[in-house]
């Protein structure tokens, strides 16, 4: 909990400790100590470490060449419930589940953290490897391309963090804009 140079650290649970200490003035010393019950990591500080753990450390490569292992709860605190969403869930699903098509895509994943009614969230902007073209077939790359257009409406996307990159589903340069 405490360091011999007196730095604190948070324990995991409520901790009971013994501090002690001498007081000496030279000739004399009076030794002491007392115990104090100190108070571990709240729910809160779990949620912080949690915010801070998705924003700096979870995803650090936004271009995704692989599926992704999304969690649903932070380490052992099965509290912090996290639920994911995506802007296209055939291309990553909420689960983390990757689909590559013949062309590079810009999906947004967001994570949301809730916790005893508090909630925050966090978007990365994602772009998702193309297959590799030379590894398929004509055959295969004239499927890829037809499913890449067969959508029933087209959707356009922001990505504000590429430089207010859009993106249509499906979309195609000789269809216009």
Known sequence: VFTNEGKYIKPLKDTMITISYIISDGNTALENSFEINVQG??????????????????????????????????????????TWTSTNESIISSTGKVTKTIYERYVKLTAKLELDGSASSYEYDLVVEALDLET????????????????????????????NITQSYGFIHFYGA
């Open 41 to 82: 990591k709240t729910a809160y500080d779990y949620f912080v470490e949690a915010q801070a753990w998705l924003e700096n450390d979870f995803i650090q490569e936004r271009f995704i060449t692989e599926d992704l292992v999304l969690p649903t709860t932070i380490g052992d605190n099965e509290d912090i419930k996290i």
């Open 136 to 163: 398929l077939t004509e055959q295969q790359m004239l499927e890829e391309f037809i499913n890449n257009i067969a959508v029933s409406e087209f959707e356009k996307l922001m990505f504000n963090s590429y430089g």
